[in-house]
Protein backbone atom coordinates (compact mmCIF):
# COMPACT_ATOMS: atom_id res chain seq x y z
CA UNK A 1 0.00 0.00 0.00
CA UNK A 2 2.69 2.53 0.48
CA UNK A 3 4.05 1.78 -3.04
CA UNK A 4 4.01 5.55 -4.37
CA UNK A 5 5.62 6.62 -0.41
CA UNK A 6 9.02 4.73 -1.22
CA UNK A 7 8.82 5.90 -5.04
CA UNK A 8 8.68 9.74 -3.92
CA UNK A 9 11.41 8.78 -0.79
CA UNK A 10 13.70 7.06 -3.22
CA UNK A 11 13.59 10.19 -5.30
CA UNK A 12 14.48 12.51 -2.95
CA UNK A 13 16.99 10.66 -0.82
CA UNK A 14 18.70 9.27 -3.37
CA UNK A 15 21.19 12.19 -3.05
CA UNK A 16 21.43 14.67 -0.17
CA UNK A 17 18.68 17.02 0.66
CA UNK A 18 20.10 19.66 3.07
CA UNK A 19 17.64 21.69 2.56
CA UNK A 20 13.58 21.06 4.14
CA UNK A 21 11.09 19.64 1.34
CA UNK A 22 7.76 18.07 1.30
CA UNK A 23 8.91 14.79 0.69
CA UNK A 24 5.28 13.27 -0.14
CA UNK A 25 1.90 14.76 -0.77
CA UNK A 26 -0.95 13.01 0.10
CA UNK A 27 -3.24 15.49 0.79
CA UNK A 28 -2.83 16.29 -3.03
CA UNK A 29 -5.14 13.63 -3.70
CA UNK A 30 -3.03 12.29 -6.01
CA UNK A 31 -2.22 8.78 -4.51
CA UNK A 32 -5.49 6.57 -3.93
CA UNK A 33 -5.75 5.65 -0.18
CA UNK A 34 -3.00 7.28 1.78
CA UNK A 35 -4.78 11.06 1.13
CA UNK A 36 -4.61 11.23 4.72
CA UNK A 37 -0.54 11.15 5.17
CA UNK A 38 2.23 14.09 4.20
CA UNK A 39 5.84 13.38 4.83
CA UNK A 40 7.81 16.86 5.46
CA UNK A 41 12.01 16.63 5.49
CA UNK A 42 13.36 19.48 8.17
CA UNK A 43 16.97 17.98 8.70
CA UNK A 44 17.64 15.99 10.38
CA UNK A 45 13.53 15.29 11.10
CA UNK A 46 11.41 13.18 9.11
CA UNK A 47 8.12 14.43 10.00
CA UNK A 48 4.91 12.21 9.05
CA UNK A 49 1.44 13.85 9.60
CA UNK A 50 -1.27 11.56 9.94
CA UNK A 51 -5.05 13.07 9.43
CA UNK A 52 -6.42 8.99 9.89
CA UNK A 53 -4.92 6.28 11.50
CA UNK A 54 -1.60 5.34 10.06
CA UNK A 55 -1.68 1.28 9.39
CA UNK A 56 1.40 -1.10 9.02
CA UNK A 57 3.87 0.79 10.08
CA UNK A 58 6.43 -1.77 10.16
CA UNK A 59 6.20 -1.99 6.75
CA UNK A 60 6.05 2.13 6.68
CA UNK A 61 9.45 2.04 8.40
CA UNK A 62 11.13 -0.79 6.79
CA UNK A 63 10.63 1.43 3.40
CA UNK A 64 11.75 4.31 5.05
CA UNK A 65 15.13 2.85 6.19
CA UNK A 66 15.60 1.47 2.65
CA UNK A 67 14.68 4.70 1.06
CA UNK A 68 17.81 6.87 2.74
CA UNK A 69 21.23 5.06 1.93
CA UNK A 70 23.21 8.13 2.98
CA UNK A 71 21.69 7.55 6.66
CA UNK A 72 20.40 11.30 6.46
CA UNK A 73 17.28 10.55 8.97
CA UNK A 74 18.21 10.51 12.39
CA UNK A 75 14.51 10.92 13.62
CA UNK A 76 11.06 9.44 12.46
CA UNK A 77 8.37 11.59 14.22
CA UNK A 78 4.28 10.44 13.61
CA UNK A 79 2.09 13.17 14.43
CA UNK A 80 -1.84 12.51 14.88
CA UNK A 81 -3.89 15.41 13.54
CA UNK A 82 -7.09 13.27 14.19
CA UNK A 83 -6.35 13.58 17.73
CA UNK A 84 -6.74 15.83 20.28
CA UNK A 85 -4.05 18.46 20.23
CA UNK A 86 -2.30 16.67 17.82
CA UNK A 87 -0.24 14.55 19.85
CA UNK A 88 3.66 13.39 18.25
CA UNK A 89 5.37 10.31 18.97
CA UNK A 90 8.53 9.27 18.23
CA UNK A 91 9.19 6.34 16.06
CA UNK A 92 12.56 6.21 15.04
CA UNK A 93 15.90 7.87 16.85
CA UNK A 94 14.93 10.68 20.01
CA UNK A 95 12.61 13.54 19.71
CA UNK A 96 13.97 17.04 18.02
CA UNK A 97 11.43 19.61 19.27
CA UNK A 98 13.80 22.28 18.36
CA UNK A 99 16.30 22.29 15.17
CA UNK A 100 17.80 24.51 13.10
CA UNK A 101 16.82 24.40 8.96
CA UNK A 102 18.08 26.12 6.10
CA UNK A 103 16.81 27.36 2.95
CA UNK A 104 18.31 29.29 0.22
CA UNK A 105 20.70 30.77 2.45
CA UNK A 106 18.24 31.37 5.12
CA UNK A 107 18.05 29.94 8.34
CA UNK A 108 14.96 28.88 10.46
CA UNK A 109 13.95 27.52 13.39
CA UNK A 110 11.48 24.73 13.77
CA UNK A 111 9.68 22.56 15.81
CA UNK A 112 8.52 19.49 14.04
CA UNK A 113 5.44 17.10 15.92
CA UNK A 114 5.54 20.07 18.89
CA UNK A 115 2.45 22.30 17.54
CA UNK A 116 -0.04 21.78 14.58
CA UNK A 117 2.40 23.69 12.33
CA UNK A 118 6.73 23.16 12.79
CA UNK A 119 7.28 27.06 12.20
CA UNK A 120 7.75 26.85 8.72
CA UNK A 121 5.34 26.28 5.82
CA UNK A 122 6.86 24.56 2.72
CA UNK A 123 3.95 25.66 0.52
CA UNK A 124 5.51 29.20 0.63
CA UNK A 125 8.85 28.62 -0.16
CA UNK A 126 8.76 29.66 -3.70
CA UNK A 127 7.60 33.06 -2.43
CA UNK A 128 9.93 33.51 -0.18
CA UNK A 129 12.40 33.57 -2.84
CA UNK A 130 10.36 35.95 -4.62
CA UNK A 131 10.19 38.24 -1.78
CA UNK A 132 14.57 38.01 -1.75
CA UNK A 133 14.40 38.79 -5.36
CA UNK A 134 11.88 41.80 -5.17
CA UNK A 135 12.44 43.37 -1.76
CA UNK A 136 15.45 46.07 -2.41
CA UNK A 137 14.94 49.18 -0.46
CA UNK A 138 11.22 48.37 0.46
CA UNK A 139 9.04 48.98 3.32
CA UNK A 140 6.86 45.83 3.70
CA UNK A 141 3.82 44.90 5.70
CA UNK A 142 3.48 41.21 6.53
CA UNK A 143 -0.04 40.79 7.66
CA UNK A 144 -0.41 37.16 9.85
CA UNK A 145 3.26 36.87 9.89
CA UNK A 146 3.44 33.89 12.07
CA UNK A 147 6.88 33.03 12.47
CA UNK A 148 8.15 35.60 10.31
CA UNK A 149 9.89 33.13 7.55
CA UNK A 150 8.37 35.70 5.19
CA UNK A 151 9.70 38.75 6.80
CA UNK A 152 13.09 37.32 6.69
CA UNK A 153 13.08 36.67 2.78
CA UNK A 154 12.29 40.45 2.76
CA UNK A 155 15.00 42.00 4.82
CA UNK A 156 17.14 39.04 3.56
CA UNK A 157 16.40 40.94 0.28
CA UNK A 158 18.21 43.97 1.60
CA UNK A 159 13.98 45.30 2.21
CA UNK A 160 14.48 49.04 4.53
CA UNK A 161 12.10 47.78 6.91
CA UNK A 162 9.70 45.24 8.03
CA UNK A 163 6.38 45.41 9.88
CA UNK A 164 5.00 41.91 11.24
CA UNK A 165 1.59 41.68 12.45
CA UNK A 166 0.05 38.43 14.77
CA UNK A 167 -1.99 38.15 17.41
CA UNK A 168 0.19 35.49 18.63
CA UNK A 169 3.15 36.96 21.08
CA UNK A 170 4.78 33.84 20.84
CA UNK A 171 4.69 33.24 17.14
CA UNK A 172 6.39 37.18 16.66
CA UNK A 173 9.16 36.26 19.39
CA UNK A 174 9.90 33.38 17.21
CA UNK A 175 10.01 34.66 14.38
CA UNK A 176 12.13 37.90 15.82
CA UNK A 177 14.87 34.82 17.15
CA UNK A 178 14.98 34.13 13.03
CA UNK A 179 15.46 37.40 12.23
CA UNK A 180 18.06 37.02 14.53
CA UNK A 181 19.55 33.60 13.71
CA UNK A 182 19.87 35.20 10.35
CA UNK A 183 21.81 38.22 11.53
CA UNK A 184 19.27 41.17 10.99
CA UNK A 185 19.10 44.10 12.29
CA UNK A 186 16.07 44.12 14.66
CA UNK A 187 15.78 47.79 14.24
CA UNK A 188 14.64 47.65 10.84
CA UNK A 189 11.82 44.92 12.36
CA UNK A 190 8.69 46.50 14.02
CA UNK A 191 6.34 43.76 15.63
CA UNK A 192 2.29 44.13 16.56
CA UNK A 193 1.77 41.07 18.65
CA UNK A 194 -2.01 42.08 18.60
CA UNK A 195 -5.68 41.10 16.59
CA UNK A 196 -4.82 43.06 13.22
CA UNK A 197 -8.39 44.32 13.65
CA UNK A 198 -7.57 46.16 16.84
CA UNK A 199 -4.20 47.70 15.12
CA UNK A 200 -5.13 49.69 12.01
CA UNK A 201 -3.89 52.94 13.32
CA UNK A 202 -0.69 51.78 14.40
CA UNK A 203 -0.07 49.94 10.94
CA UNK A 204 -0.98 53.09 9.19
CA UNK A 205 1.88 54.48 11.00
CA UNK A 206 4.27 52.95 9.68
CA UNK A 207 3.43 53.08 6.33
CA UNK A 208 2.64 53.69 3.55
CA UNK A 209 4.47 50.23 2.19
CA UNK A 210 5.53 49.18 -1.41
CA UNK A 211 4.51 45.63 -0.36
CA UNK A 212 2.13 44.20 1.81
CA UNK A 213 1.58 40.31 2.56
CA UNK A 214 -1.91 39.19 3.55
CA UNK A 215 -1.27 35.49 4.42
CA UNK A 216 -3.98 34.35 7.03
CA UNK A 217 -5.11 31.09 8.39
CA UNK A 218 -8.48 29.72 6.79
CA UNK A 219 -10.17 30.03 10.05
CA UNK A 220 -8.88 30.87 13.55
CA UNK A 221 -11.76 30.40 15.84
CA UNK A 222 -12.57 34.12 17.37
CA UNK A 223 -9.78 35.95 15.53
CA UNK A 224 -10.19 35.29 11.74
CA UNK A 225 -12.20 33.42 9.15
CA UNK A 226 -11.71 33.90 5.39
CA UNK A 227 -14.81 34.62 4.13
CA UNK A 228 -15.95 36.61 6.35
CA UNK A 229 -13.02 38.92 7.01
CA UNK A 230 -10.98 38.85 4.25
CA UNK A 231 -13.02 42.29 3.01
CA UNK A 232 -12.31 44.29 5.86
CA UNK A 233 -8.32 43.64 5.42
CA UNK A 234 -8.53 44.40 1.70
CA UNK A 235 -10.72 47.67 2.39
CA UNK A 236 -7.56 49.29 4.12
CA UNK A 237 -5.58 48.57 0.99
CA UNK A 238 -6.01 52.12 -0.29
CA UNK A 239 -4.86 53.91 3.13
CA UNK A 240 -1.36 51.73 3.12
CA UNK A 241 -0.19 50.67 -0.07
CA UNK A 242 1.96 52.90 -2.46
CA UNK A 243 1.30 53.81 -5.64
CA UNK A 244 2.69 50.15 -7.81
CA UNK A 245 2.77 48.83 -4.28
CA UNK A 246 2.73 44.63 -4.86
CA UNK A 247 0.17 43.07 -2.59
CA UNK A 248 0.57 39.31 -2.47
CA UNK A 249 -2.40 37.30 -0.87
CA UNK A 250 -3.09 33.76 0.11
CA UNK A 251 -6.19 31.70 0.25
CA UNK A 252 -5.73 27.99 1.62
CA UNK A 253 -9.07 26.50 2.02
CA UNK A 254 -11.13 23.80 -0.30
CA UNK A 255 -14.09 25.73 -0.78
CA UNK A 256 -12.63 29.13 -1.88
CA UNK A 257 -11.52 28.79 -5.46
CA UNK A 258 -8.64 30.30 -7.24
CA UNK A 259 -11.11 33.30 -8.31
CA UNK A 260 -12.21 34.45 -4.29
CA UNK A 261 -8.72 36.46 -4.18
CA UNK A 262 -9.37 38.61 -7.45
CA UNK A 263 -13.59 38.84 -6.83
CA UNK A 264 -12.76 39.90 -3.13
CA UNK A 265 -9.81 42.63 -4.73
CA UNK A 266 -12.43 43.85 -7.44
CA UNK A 267 -15.44 44.60 -4.85
CA UNK A 268 -13.20 45.60 -2.06
CA UNK A 269 -9.92 47.16 -3.36
CA UNK A 270 -10.55 48.15 -7.25
CA UNK A 271 -7.32 50.25 -7.47
CA UNK A 272 -5.32 46.61 -6.81
CA UNK A 273 -5.08 44.79 -10.54
CA UNK A 274 -4.46 40.99 -11.01
CA UNK A 275 -1.30 40.73 -11.91
CA UNK A 276 -0.43 36.87 -11.83
CA UNK A 277 -0.85 33.38 -9.55
CA UNK A 278 2.11 32.61 -8.02
CA UNK A 279 2.60 28.97 -7.31
CA UNK A 280 2.87 26.60 -4.74
CA UNK A 281 6.47 24.15 -5.56
CA UNK A 282 5.60 21.16 -7.57
CA UNK A 283 5.62 18.83 -4.78
CA UNK A 284 2.53 20.20 -3.67
CA UNK A 285 0.96 19.17 -6.66
CA UNK A 286 -2.76 18.30 -6.07
CA UNK A 287 -5.44 16.61 -8.05
CA UNK A 288 -8.03 19.29 -7.26
CA UNK A 289 -5.61 22.49 -7.38
CA UNK A 290 -8.43 24.77 -6.41
CA UNK A 291 -9.28 23.22 -3.68
CA UNK A 292 -5.16 23.99 -2.64
CA UNK A 293 -3.67 26.79 -1.63
CA UNK A 294 -4.27 29.88 -4.02
CA UNK A 295 -1.70 32.84 -4.08
CA UNK A 296 -1.99 35.60 -6.11
CA UNK A 297 0.07 38.91 -6.58
CA UNK A 298 -1.59 42.18 -7.46
CA UNK A 299 -0.68 45.64 -7.90
CA UNK A 300 -1.82 49.05 -7.39
CA UNK A 301 -2.39 51.35 -9.64
Not at 49 to 73: F, G, N, W
Not at 133 to 148: D, H, I, P
Not at 217 to 241: C, D, I, M, W
Request: glycine share 4%.
Amino acid sequence: MYIPIKSALASWLGSEVPEPRRFFHGRGHLHEGLEHINIDWYPPVLLITAYDEVRCRCELMTIIHESDPHKQIKSVILQHRNKKESPAEVLFGVAHPSCLVFEDGLTFEVHPGVRQNAGLFLDMRLVRQWLQQNSTGRNVLNLFAYTCSLSVAVLAGRAKQVVNVDMSKVSIMWGEKNHTLNNQDLRTVISIPHNIFRSWRRIKQYGPYHTIIIDPPTRQQGSFEAEKNYSTVLKKLHQLALPDADIIATVNSPYLGPDFLIHQMQRYAPACRFVEEMYAPPEFADKFPDKALKICRFRKD
